[in-house]
T-cell receptor, first 119, second 114 residues
Framework: EPEVTQTPSHQVTQMGQEVILRCVPI?????FYWYRQILGQKVEFLVSFYNNEISEKSEIFDDQFSVERPDGSNFTLKIRSTKLEDSAMYFCASSGPGVAGRSGANVLTFGAGSRLTVL | AQKITQTQPGMFVQEKEAVTLDCTYDTSDPSYGLFWYKQPSSGEMIFLIYQGSYDQQNATEGRYSLNFQKARKSANLVISASQLGDSAMYFCAMREGITDKLIFGTGTRLQVFP
């Protein structure tokens, strides 16, 4: 079954350092997303990406965050200067129109997540 | 106001029994979709079931069914014949209108015991 892959699975970094989280979405998907989950809390939307541009972003996704699709397969999330409160599990997801479930559902397939620990 | 409310932080169920996980939602958009995801201890998010606001019938996927009560704005997940492997966090989520984002609830931790 096709899957979304994320690397690294766990990254530890010092506050103020730049971090890049990588994702390989499902190959025929058109929509890409980043979500995060602070330990013990709910999953929060960060950003969605379609047709090589951001289609929607949350208030969490401030200027220190950026996303890129540098080639036909990878989708990256960059945090320029990490803060302690950026420690979380970061999930990449992808979807395509009417992929699964009912037509029009646009179901998101999530990766296994990248755990970021900022010290 | 919370868009998605899951009032049960934890639930216990005996193996082979059925269990219902509650989810209520709040939206004024007539077009929306409701999703349930499972998150086992390994951390990944696994799609379980989807219900569209215009769907006439309750969604079913194997042992999972969604008890969709539109007037009450509830979308409860029913797991029949629970298995030990069903022990996980379960998240209800909603997409409104044409927006891309999913809004998640706080989750319910289900523990299945023998």
């Amino acid at each position: 079954e096709p899957e979304v892959t994320q690397t690294p699975s766990h990254q530890v970094t010092q506050m103020g350092q730049e971090v890049i989280l990588r994702c390989v979405p499902i190959s025929n998907h058109l929509y890409f997303y980043w979500y995060r989950q602070i330990l013990g809390q709910k999953v929060e939307f960060l950003v969605s990406f379609y047709n090589n541009e951001i289609s929607e972003k949350s208030e969490i996704f401030d200027d220190q965050f950026s996303v890129e699709r540098p080639d036909g397969s990878n989708f990256t999330l960059k945090i320029r200067s990490t803060k302690l409160e950026d420690s979380a599990m970061y999930f990449c997801a992808s979807s395509g129109p009417g992929v699964a479930g009912r037509s029009g559902a646009n179901v998101l397939t999530f990766g296994a997540g990248s755990r970021l620990t900022v010290l | 106001a919370q868009k998605i409310t899951q009032t049960q932080p934890g639930m216990f169920v005996q193996e082979k029994e059925a269990v219902t996980l509650d989810c209520t939602y709040d939206t004024s958009d007539p077009s929306y979709g409701l999703f349930w995801y499972k998150q086992p201890s390994s951390g990944e998010m696994i799609f379980l079931i989807y219900q569209g606001s215009y769907d006439q019938q309750n969604a079913t996927e194997g042992r999972y069914s969604l008890n969709f009560q539109k007037a009450r704005k509830s979308a409860n997940l029913v797991i029949s014949a629970s298995q030990l492997g069903d022990s996980a966090m379960y998240f209800c989520a909603m997409r409104e209108g044409i927006t891309d984002k999913l809004i998640f609830g706080t989750g319910t931790r289900l523990q299945v015991f023998p």
